[in-house]
Structures are given as structure tokens and as C-alpha cells.
């Protein structure tokens, strides 16, 4: 009982250590309650962080969203956070990226690690697909292993740099494909860079350029000159130039090329001089072509005696170029004078001046037009000019090009000329005229004397010599009547002589009847006369012998030419025929060798058929006129 029993100074200690331990649990609540509102702070300052956080932050647990910022309201396609808290992550994650994203929260929560920002591609609410960065970090959730997501859009960037990557493929494929090349040179003139089009252009490999002089394949002769302007350029940043020098092909051969370079060497992307540089041999050789065809033209201008003449259309006209003969032509003192005329002032009557310009606009040139002109002194000449109009890419027409000749002396000679051939022709139609009368005279001579003539074969002599004559008259009648007087169209001839000899022979129409076939055919005299004559023996011929005793029948006549100005001349009967003694090689009667002897004389072939009556074919050629002494 004493031991149970504690003392006052016990109950006192006891009571003191009571107190002491109340003190240390009140300031431990007191701390306690500061700590709490400290974390009460640091949660509230977090939370409002992650609100105005321009990055999206999800909180994951057992893989639900179980916290989500407004930023990652947004992201996820979302209004309010009631949309998105409580969903799986995985519902926002597009299928291609589903297993790493799994994998990744995985390796978090039980690594207590943080992730790094990867991309990947997230699901909206409304199915857009949105890429994005993000990166895990561990957290803990009401007590439980979590994940924090800290995740920003980069779909627009993901744009950005594709289109820059497009953009370089470009670029890359541009200067690799261009007709030029390029290259990048440092301020000591080494090749930092060259365009694989070098290879094409200029016969040798970026390859073997790369990090060598860019002068080391210049022409000797051109070396100082380059020199100096790369010099020059250095001095200049910013600025560019463009030089033209003899570069070595990688064939050996010289080129030239023409280079533009530009200072960048303070520009931070660069540092360089960039140098663009293409081959212009060609166009060096064309402008040099040019060059020396100018040369020639001016110096056939100067020397030519034809006036050569470049003016301005319309009414008036201005010349713009003129060479040393049409200055003369047109007794002008100097060309700067004569330049500063109006091309009006050259013509008898300015408004030819007019026609002659509206006629080379709407037809594109004129040939060999006489135009009435007039000297500086008002002298009167003709002119033969031909012009062409030239046009610009619009098709306005900006000059006339031309040239002009003083044909006053040819078109004296040429009226002259005329007027004696004039003469002429009236001379050789008188002569036809006469030849005419003179075998008609002929003619009626022989009919006078046949009227004494009391034998028959006498007779019949004369009678075929005024057929023959008549012949030959019919062919000077045609001439005399035609505007040639060295052709004559020989079908309207065999027409007309048919129609005498059937006349001449008074033949009945009934009884006999005449059919023609003929085409055109022009035969000179020297020709003609030998066939009219071998018609005349053959048509009478027929006449005479091939009806007797008041037969019926048909005479035919073709003429037609064939090729190579050969000609088929045809008489033909439907009479008794050539009696079997008759040889048309070598026949006894009169008119049968006049025949074979002009036929000869013709150069040609003649068939006789004896079926059906008797036809005559003879192949001529016209004859070639031999010149007389």
C-alpha cells in the first residue's frame, strides 16, 4: 500500500512533466498546422501554375486521367476538365504510338524516373489528329505510384519543318538540276562548296574542285583581270558583280563563262563569296557570229550601188538608216541630212507615200513597186523598191527594211526596147500577111492555068499543088491573126484546114462524114508547115480514093500530146483501104512520099493499120530552131 501510494513531490513531478509534454504537443500541433498550410499553399500556388501553364499537364493513375490543366483541356479537344478527367490515356493516343506510350508510364512508375520529351500523335475529342511533345515525370496520387504528363502542341511546327525540309529538297534538287552552277568561295579564294551541275556543265566533279583555288582553271590571260575584281568584290560586302572570262573545260578546251558573284561573308549563314557561274561559249560564239555578219552587211551597204534604206512607217515616214548610194541617189549631201528628211519629201506625189505604206503593213512587203520620185534639186526619176515590214513581239510594226534602185535609164531602154519590138511585130505580121496574099495569088494563078489544061492527070497535078499551097497559107493566116507570132495552136489549124479540103473537094456531108478528136497543142512554124502538109496529102487521099463509086464512110482526125513534147498525129478511114501493092515504105505515088519524106524530116515514126479501112499514126517531137545565117 505504501508503494501504491505517491507522494506529493511524485504527483508534482509527474504534473510537471505532464505540462511539458502538452507544450512540445501544442507547438507540434501549432507546427503541424503551419506545415499544413504551407502545403495547403504550395498546392494552391502548383494548381494555379498548372492552370495558367501555357503546357498541357495530365495526371495519370491506373492509367485514367485523374487531373488535367487548361492547357490540357484544350489539347485533348476539350471545354471543361468533365470532359476529359476519368477517360484512359490511351484514348487519346493515336494506335501508332499506343505501345510506346504504355511502355513509357510503365517505366516511370516503377523506375521512379522521368521520361524525356518524345513526339508522338494525339487523338482529339472530335477525332483531329494533333502532334505533340511530351515528357513523364513519377508522381504520387492520394497515396498511390501516378504520372505526371508535361506535353505541348507541335503540329505547327511539325509544318514549319516539313515545308523547310520541302523547301531544301527543292533548293537541293534546283541547284543540282540548274543550268548554272554554284559555288561557295572563301576570301582566299578556296572552293568551299560546288554544285554537282558543275560535272554536266563544265566536264569535271565537284569532287575534284572541292577545296582547291577557284582560279587555278582560269586562262592565263584572263587571270590578272579576275583576280582584281575578286579583289575588289572583298572590299564590298553586300555587293555583287559580273565578269566574263576563258575557263578549261574538263576536255581541255577552252571556255567561256560568265560568273556573278556576291559578297556574303558577313552574312552568318553563309560566309562565303557565292558565285554563280554558267557556260556561254555558245552565245559568245553567236554574238561573235553576230558580230562579224553586222560587219559584213555594213560593209556590203556602204559598198553596193543600190540605195539600202531602214525607215518608220506611216505617212510621212522618217528614215533611220540609209546607206551611201541612196544618199547619192538622191543627190543629198551627206546621210545626217539626208536622215533628217521626211520619206514623203522623196516622192513626186506624197500621198504615194501613203498608199505604198498601208500596202507593206497589210501585205508584209512589197516587191519591185515603181514609185515616182524626186532629187534634192526637184530632178524627177523612177524607183524600183521592195520593202519588207518588221514587227515587234505584238505584232506592231515598228520599220520598214528595203532597198532601191533608179530605174529611169532600164525603163528608157525598156519603152524603147518595146517600141522597136513593137515595130517588129507589126513588120512579121505584114510579112505573114503577105506570104499569104503571095500563095493565094499562087493559087489563083494555078486555077487560071488549069482553065487551059485539057489532060486530066495535068489537071489533078494542079489541083493538089493549090491544096498544098492552101495548107501553108491557112498556117501564115493564123499567125498573122495571132499575139504569138512564133506559135500557133495547131488543133484549131487541123480544124480549120479539114474543113477547106472537104470544101475543096466538094464533098458530099452525107456520104462522108469528118470526126476530130484534138487537144491543144502550140507548135512553132518550122514544125507545123510539114505536119499541115502531110494532113493535106492524107485527108485528100482518103477523099479521093478511099469512097469511090458514092461510098459511105468516116474520116477521123486525132491530135494529142504526150509527154516529153511528143505529140500523136492520126488520120484514119472507113474506106476500102490501101490496095496490097502499096508500100508506105517505099511507095510509088507522089503523095505518099511527100508523107514519108516530111514525116523524116520530123524525126518521126509512122504506123499504117489496114483493118477496117486505112489509119495513119506518126510520133513527132517539135522541131528545135536552128538559128540562119
Known sequence: MKDSVKTKAQLLNELATLRRRKERLEKSAAKLKLMEKALREIEEH?????????????????????????????????T?????????????VHPD?????????????KDQKKVPFHEQKLIQLDGTVVDVEAATIPFTYQGKPAAQVVAREITERKLVEEALRASEKRFRT?????????????????????????????????????????????????????????????????????????????????????????????????????????DITARKQAEEALRESVEKYKTLTEHLNVGVYRNTPGPLGKFIEANPAIVR??????????????????YQNPSDREDLSKKVIRDGFVKNEELKLKKKDGTSFVGSASSVAVSDESGRVKYFDGIIDDITERKRAENQIKASLAEKEVLLREIHHRVKNNMQIISSLLNLQAGYIKEKDDLKMIKDSQSRIRSMALIHEQLYKSQDFSRINFSDYVQRLAVHLFQFNQVDPNLIQLKMSLEDAFLDIQ???????????????????????????????????????????????????????????????????????????????????????????????????????
Open 329 to 346: 541617189m538622191f543627190g543629198y549631201d551627206s546621210k545626217e541630212e539626208f536622215l533628217a528628211i521626211h520619206v514623203a519629201d522623196l
Open 46 to 78: 502548383y494548381r494555379t501554375l498548372a492552370d495558367i501553364s501555357p503546357h498541357s499537364i495530365v495526371v495519370l493513375c491506373d492509367g485514367k486521367i485523374v487531373a488535367v490543366n487548361a492547357a490540357g483541356v484544350r489539347l485533348l479537344g476539350g
Open 174 to 278: 534546283l541547284i543540282e538540276n540548274s543550268s548554272d552552277a554554284l559555288a561557295l568561295i572563301s576570301s582566299s579564294g578556296t572552293m568551299l562548296y560546288i554544285s554537282p551541275s558543275t560535272n554536266r556543265i563544265f566536264g569535271i566533279s565537284s569532287e575534284e574542285r572541292l577545296g582547291n583555288n577557284a582560279f587555278e582553271r582560269v586562262h592565263p590571260d584572263d587571270l590578272p583581270y579576275i583576280k582584281s575584281q575578286f579583289a575588289k568584290l572583298l572590299k564590298h560586302p553586300g555587293e555583287s558583280m559580273i565578269v566574263q572570262v576563258r575557263t578549261m573545260h574538263g576536255d581541255g578546251t577552252w571556255h567561256w563563262t560568265e560568273a556573278m558573284g556576291g559578297n556574303l561573308l558577313k552574312e552568318p549563314s553563309v560566309r562565303a563569296i557565292v558565285v554563280n557561274f554558267r
Open 97 to 109: 504510338f499506343q505501345e510506346i506510350v504504355k511502355k513509357r508510364i510503365r517505366k516511370v512508375i
Open 527 to 629: 514544125t507545123a508547115i510539114p505536119c499541115g502538109l502531110i494532113l493535106n496529102e492524107l485527108i485528100t487521099n482518103s477523099l479521093k480514093h478511099a469512097f469511090p463509086q458514092g461510098r459511105r464512110g468516116e474520116i477521123g482526125l486525132g491530135l494529142h500530146p504526150l509527154k516529153d513534147r511528143t505529140y500523136q498525129m492520126i488520120v484514119r478511114d472507113t474506106g476500102v483501104g490501101l490496095s496490097p501493092d502499096v508500100d508506105v515504105r517505099d511507095p510509088k505515088s507522089f503523095g505518099l512520099q511527100i508523107v514519108t519524106m516530111l514525116v523524116d524530116q520530123l524525126e518521126g515514126k509512122m504506123e499504117v493499120e489496114k483493118e477496117g479501112g486505112t489509119t495513119f499514126k506518126i510520133i513527132f517531137k517539135e522541131l528545135k530552131y536552128k538559128s540562119r545565117l
Open 80 to 92: 471543361n476538365p468533365g470532359q476529359i478527367i476519368g477517360k484512359p490515356i490511351l484514348d487519346f
